[in-house]
């Protein structure tokens, strides 16, 4: 089983910054391609950004250059910066794999940005 959780999430103002966490652990965990996804209120998860195993990332054209996904084999944690925060980025922040998503959602952290 492979347990995924996340953290950082905050109220913040627009404009402003969050770091996220995300750390896998478990016996079946395996460093892998991973990914943050977001849901918002009465909207489905949607993707954000992806990191490959050689730190390779790819972005949503919505996140894209404010976004920074980012990630540390050796403790298993891949993080998400947020920067220029709007509004519309209010959601629920999760982690897991890319793509696939193949365990089990974590807890996800809240990010709410309001003035």
């Known amino acids: 089983q492979v347990q995924l959780v996340e953290s950082g999430g905050g109220l913040v103002q627009p404009g402003g910054s969050l770091r996220l966490s995300c750390a896998a652990s478990?016996?079946?965990?395996?460093?892998?391609?991973m990914g943050w996804y977001r849901q918002a209120p009465g909207k489905q998860r949607e993707f954000v950004a992806r990191i490959s195993i050689g730190g390779e990332p790819s972005y949503a054209a919505s996140v894209k250059g404010r976004f920074t996904i980012s990630r540390d084999n050796a403790k298993n944690t891949v993080y998400l910066q947020l920067a220029s925060l709007k509004p519309e980025d209010t959601a629920v922040y999760y982690c897991?794999?890319?793509?696939?998503?193949?365990?089990?959602w974590g807890q996800g952290t809240q990010v709410t940005v309001s003035s």
């Open positions: 478990g016996s079946s965990f395996k460093v892998d391609a």
């Open positions: 897991n794999g890319f793509p696939g998503t193949p365990w089990p």
